[in-house]
């Protein structure tokens, strides 16, 4: 009687599996998207929403050994997601991957754009394990988001850069920490971090006659290849648009207006809402 039960449990268990259970051992807090699967390994990938979506994406993942499922340390992982459009193929920023708990591994990618139906992203995963090379490739889905959080722009000095929104991620009505990341698109593949500049912030409520906010502050760099710091000051829950302007290290103006009376945004903006 106990036996059935318990494989009663056991069936009851693997029927409700569901990818997108929390999971313990350092996964708190954190969704499953997908697993990329190789012969010899499976690659889970995790976020907070277990998704991708458009922007930026802070992403944690294990390598399961298929003929153990035991999780591999000391991996040393590159990636590579590549954005297949109908007129050509390009990558997006991301960062490094480092081991951020045993056999958990950790980093960001940003995608500048959703995949619609004819253009998709894929990822690769490169990894050694114990001087062994592998690799393993799969379709990844980037949902679109409502409120814009990237934008890709050329530059007044003829340079593409990619801007994107990271922290508030849940805004509050108060100063928030504003955390931006800013890359150059140095070839399809390549996207450095852009160093020195500074990003000018003119929050506006466009639905309440575009009214501002005191006591922001724009975002610069405390750090080389570090992301850019500033404050937003959000003094009413609704839909502020965050009016941006990029400048060079020289105080031109890369990219973006100021707003007036007579130009309420900036063609440069991120949008939030809460
Ligand atoms: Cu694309």
Known sequence: MALIVMSAIMLSCRSTEDPKIPETNGLQNLLKVQEITNSTHAIELYTVRGTFQTGYNDITLRIRNLSNNQYEANANITWTPRMHMTSMTHSCPRSAITPSATSLYHGYIVFQMPQNNTEYWDLTLDYVLNGVAYTATAPITVQPVQRKNVNAVLGADGQRYVIAHIEPSSPKVAINNWTVGIWKMQ????????????????????????????????????????????????????????????????????????????HPESSLFFELEF
């Open 187 to 262: 070839d399809m593949m390549t996207f450095p971090v852009a160093n020195g500049l500074k990003l000018k912030l003119d929050p506006r409520m466009p639905g309440m006659g575009n009214h501002s906010s005191p006591n922001n502050e724009d975002a610069i760099q405390s750090q080389t290849n570090g992301f850019y710091q500033g404050k937003v000051s959000l003094t009413m829950t609704g839909y502020w648009k965050l009016n941006l302007q990029l400048l060079a290290a020289d105080g031109s103006i890369l990219k973006g207006e100021a707003v007036t009376d007579i």
